[in-house]
């Protein structure tokens, strides 16, 4: 029923939303980390995507449905979560409502960090997961989301650059 996954925010609630967000995690475009990352957190490097060997859309897809996945262990099947990308009106977005990212009309926008940042994040701030298309790097943060992510990551993200905001032991 990915029909009923959206619903666009009124004006006034999505700009109260975004602010709430910027002022709990520190928000700051266009600097590296994007966020003031919390504990616990992991953040991995993006693969690699709309390259010759890896074209865009195809390449995107492994990614946008971890994220599909990871937001729907971390919600109970009525719940629903903020998306923001720092530019556009924000939404709700129920993710019981789509099983399979590929039923999602503009997913690779709305999964995918491309040329936006993408922030789904829940309404009480405890977990979310927030791609960053300048830094070439997804954040899974709070319990459920990196609980989730982890164990869903098949494969998709190899590379972690940072973990509860420092770089990983070596």
């Not at 520190?26 to 693969?47: D, Q």
């Not at 300048?134 to 709070?142: A, L, R």
Request: net charge negative; aromatic share 12%.
């Amino acid at each position: 029923m990915p029909e009923y996954a959206w619903v666009e925010l009124d004006t006034g609630l999505w700009r109260a939303s975004w602010q709430d967000f910027v002022n709990e995690f520190g928000f700051r475009r266009a600097t590296s980390p994007v966020i003031n990352e919390p504990v616990p957190s992991v953040v991995w490097a993006l693969p690699p995507c709309g390259t010759p060997g890896a074209p865009f859309p195809e390449a995107a897809r492994p990614l946008a449905q971890l994220v599909c996945d990871v937001l729907r262990e971390c919600v109970e099947y009525w719940d629903s979560v903020f998306h923001h990308d720092a530019v556009h009106p924000s939404s709700q977005y129920r993710p019981h409502r789509v099983t399979d990212v590929d039923e999602l009309e503009d997913w690779e926008y709305s999964h995918h960090p491309n040329g936006n940042y993408m922030i789904f994040v829940s309404k009480d701030h405890s977990f979310g997961v927030l791609g960053d298309p300048f830094e070439k790097t997804i954040c899974f943060f709070g319990a459920p989301a990196v609980t989730a992510a982890i164990a869903l990551n098949d494969g998709v993200l190899t590379r972690m650059i940072r973990r509860d905001g420092k770089p990983p032991a070596a």
